[in-house]
């Protein structure tokens, strides 16, 4: 449910300040990216959660499509799949000047088990997200699903990667377990 102020229409949620824009699960040749153009608003927020696929024609129509903001529009990214960081960390304009990450979704591994974290971490107020290689969650070892320094490469403000992260530092790094498989 919506906060009373909160209009929504087709993947599109707007206060009278912002609109949020819902991305959808493939960007390629044949998804409509969100009109932004009539908006009287200040803030464009870019929900990226549903995103799993994003081939090249698609990153050639977000990069063109991202980069028709104008100032002095504020651009914010939440909820950034490993996908589209893997994607901003080689492709440079994906994220471009202007255009801030607020938040990541970053998936965790236990090798024994197979079981997986998906984790939000929300951009800290220092600007340094403190980024965990691994990370214990219920007493068991998670490593991060990827390389970090890759999937990292690009974020704006400093990124320090740690070695690994207890339990009881989750909280207090921002980054919270959304689901456990």
Not at 1 to 21: G, H, I, Q, R, Y
Not at 128 to 143: A, D, K, M, N, S
């Amino acid at each position: 449910m919506l906060p009373e102020n909160v209009e929504a229409m087709d993947n599109l949620f707007m206060t009278s300040k912002d609109v949020l824009f819902h991305i959808p699960s493939v960007v390629d040749d044949r998804t409509p990216l969100p009109q932004y153009q009539g908006f009287n608003r200040q803030k464009f927020i870019l929900d990226l959660r549903d995103l799993k696929l994003m081939n090249s024609v698609g990153i050639r129509a977000w990069v063109h499509w991202i980069r028709s903001f104008h100032s002095p529009n504020e651009v914010r990214l939440v909820n950034c799949p490993v996908i589209f960081l893997n994607i901003a960390s080689i492709v440079s304009d994906v994220v471009p000047n202007g255009v801030r990450i607020d938040s990541m979704i970053l998936r965790y591994v236990n090798e024994e088990s197979g079981a997986t974290l998906r984790c939000l971490l929300q951009r800290p107020t220092t600007d340094t997200w403190r980024i965990p290689e691994t990370l214990t969650h219920q007493g068991q070892t998670y490593e991060f699903d990827g390389i970090l320094s890759k999937t990292l490469g690009r974020l704006k403000g400093e990124t320090e990667l740690l070695e690994t992260m207890a339990e009881a530092d989750l909280a207090a790094s921002g980054l919270q377990v959304l689901t456990q498989d």
